[in-house]
């Protein structure tokens, strides 16, 4: 009590689930699982129908299955070796029906996903940052305006928007 703190704080944007329609998809993989159960309280709060793919390596590593499920969620849990759910990766265990897509994990299924997905959407990437408010481009994302900084212009972004790397 009594002590200050020098903190930096709201760096960076949110999902906007203005655009979700009434079915959005949420895809998350290991540690983009935990930022997907917010975004689906806000969802469900708004009166949408969500669908959940999580994606772990394996079923030890899963989490928040149920507490999705506990939101009214339909949930669906893929492992890369196939000890839970559908074997293979969140794109392996989507469903064909959605009208938008949310996601949040690792680049590579990051890339995955926007290559799969059908809809437009909003993916949040994990990336390592040197500064966190901007200043060095060291968390930069090639995108169609130039490059955007993950902790500042980031770390949602629109699917339009972004250019991968071959």
């Given at each position: 009590?009594?002590?200050?703190?020098?903190?930096?704080?709201?760096?960076?944007?949110?999902?906007?689930?203005?655009?979700?329609?009434?079915?959005?998809?949420?895809?998350?993989?290991?540690?983009?699982?935990?930022p997907l159960?917010?975004?689906?309280?806000?969802?469900?709060?708004?009166?949408k129908?969500?669908?959940?793919v999580?994606?772990?390596?394996?079923?030890?590593?899963?989490?928040?299955?149920?507490?999705?499920?506990?939101?009214?969620?339909?949930?669906?849990?893929?492992?890369a070796?196939?000890?839970r759910?559908?074997k293979?990766?969140?794109?392996?265990?989507?469903?064909?029906?959605?009208?938008?897509?949310?996601?949040?994990?690792?680049?590579?299924?990051?890339?995955?996903?926007?290559?799969?997905?059908?809809?437009?959407?909003?993916m949040?990437?994990e990336?390592?940052?040197?500064?966190?408010?901007?200043?060095?481009?060291?968390?930069?994302c090639?995108?169609?305006?130039?490059?955007?900084?993950?902790?500042?212009?980031?770390?949602?972004?629109?699917?339009?928007?972004?250019?991968?790397?071959?």
């Amino acid at each position: 009590t009594g002590e200050k703190l020098d903190i930096l704080s709201g760096l960076g944007n949110g999902y906007d689930t203005s655009v979700s329609g009434d079915s959005p998809l949420l895809l998350g993989g290991g540690v983009g699982v935990p930022p997907l159960y917010l975004l689906a309280k806000k969802l469900i709060s708004e009166g949408k129908k969500v669908s959940v793919v999580l994606g772990f390596n394996t079923s030890d590593e899963g989490f928040y299955e149920d507490e999705f499920k506990a939101l009214g969620c339909s949930v669906t849990v893929a492992t890369a070796d196939g000890s839970r759910g559908v074997k293979g990766f969140v794109t392996d265990a989507m469903p064909e029906n959605y009208t938008y897509f949310y996601t949040c994990g690792p680049e590579p299924m990051l890339k995955a996903v926007y290559n799969k997905t059908v809809t437009s959407g909003q993916m949040s990437f994990e990336e390592r940052m040197g500064c966190g408010f901007g200043a060095c481009m060291g968390c930069s994302c090639k995108t169609l305006a130039g490059n955007k900084r993950i902790c500042k212009d980031g770390p949602v972004m629109k699917k339009e928007e972004i250019i991968w790397e071959a």
